[in-house]
């Protein structure tokens, strides 16, 4: 009988998804209309979510996990909430499945490393879904500041309060997407960490201001809270040699370079491609998973981000005073 791993090499890979939430169902979404995939069923103990599931997809839901591993699967992803991830990631890991997990990676550093450190000794693939990665803007930044000296990053992810409330505050949230980043740009580890953390309306910190610099000598910062009216996404890298300014939502990456003595500088629009970045990282999984080649996103990745988010962490959140409701749009 052969073993999921060994079925991962033929040319359709049987995938399930784990967790059927808003992010679970993208995930199937997506996979059911890649080629080469078998979406076997998306996994969720909560009927309405199975129910959408098979509403929007079309696919086979299931309740449990060992229900979907019956079923005969060689990949997973793993949307379930944060702190399901270890549990979940170590029964698949344990039946040779090849998994990607959504980020973090686990609640704890040591939940990470053992998911890490149980997929080495499967030799099954591990990957880390941090998205952003994939998005087309921030793909455009990374090539454009390729081989540049950089000096500095500043990243701005601010949003309304959620409509859903979850365990965690803005730097598990949003903050561990632009952590992942900086390590991206840079290649650097983060060594030194200096948080500002709030809690405004909420029970976690709603507000964070981070400032970070790591083994190269880049500083970094990070604005971040749920208190802003809409959506922005922006990301800005100074380097010797230029200034790149990127809108990671409209997509729009902008070059500044040139620069003489009187102050004066070329500027232009670097092109951006189109691909959905949820698509392009779920087709890098399974890349990686037939190839039995290293993931895009490590496991060993997603623990260093995770590590760096908890730091910032370690300093707790004060509370706003009086705790103002947050801004909200007119009308």
Not at 264 to 277: F, I
Request: aromatic share 4%; glycine share 8%; with cysteine.
């Amino acid at each position: 009988m052969t073993s999921p791993s060994d079925q991962a090499t033929k040319s359709t890979l049987r995938v399930g998804v784990i967790g059927a939430g808003v992010m679970g169902t993208n995930h199937g979404r997506v996979l059911a209309g890649l080629p080469g995939v078998s979406l076997v069923g998306i996994v969720d103990p909560l009927d309405e979510h199975r129910n959408r599931a098979v509403e929007l997809i079309g696919c086979k839901t299931f309740a449990t996990v060992d229900e979907l591993l019956l079923a005969g699967v060689d990949a997973v992803t793993i949307a379930a909430p944060t702190h399901l991830h270890h549990e979940v990631a170590l029964t698949c890991i344990g039946r040779g499945v090849h998994v990607l997990v959504e980020k973090p990676i686990a609640s704890t550093v040591e939940e990470g490393r053992e998911i890490v450190a149980a997929a080495r000794k499967a030799g099954v693939t591990l990957m880390v879904g941090h998205v952003e990665r994939f998005n087309p803007a921030v793909a455009a930044i990374k090539q454009a500041i390729r081989n540049e000296d950089i000096l500095s990053i500043g990243i701005t992810r601010v949003g309304p309060f959620p409509p859903r409330m979850s365990n965690v505050g803005v730097v598990i949230d949003l903050a561990v997407h632009d952590i992942d980043l900086i390590r991206w740009f840079t290649e650097s580890e983060i060594v030194d960490v200096q948080p500002q953390l709030t809690c405004a309306v909420a029970e976690r910190e709603d507000i964070a201001l981070l400032q970070f610099r790591t083994e190269s000598g880049v500083l970094a910062h990070i604005n971040t809270n749920w208190l802003t009216p809409f959506k922005a996404r922006n990301v800005t890298v100074a380097t010797r040699g230029k200034y790149v300014m990127g809108d990671l939502l409209t997509r729009q990456v902008t070059e500044c370079f040139g620069f003489k003595a009187d102050g004066s500088y070329s500027m232009r629009h670097l092109p951006v491609g189109h691909d959905e970045p949820l698509r392009a990282e779920l087709i890098a999984f399974l890349n990686a998973v037939r190839s039995n080649s290293t993931p895009a996103v490590t496991g060993e990745e997603g623990v260093a981000s995770l590590e760096i988010a908890i730091q910032c962490l370690e300093q707790p959140p004060k509370a706003a005073a009086g705790r103002k409701p947050p801004l909200r749009a007119a009308g």
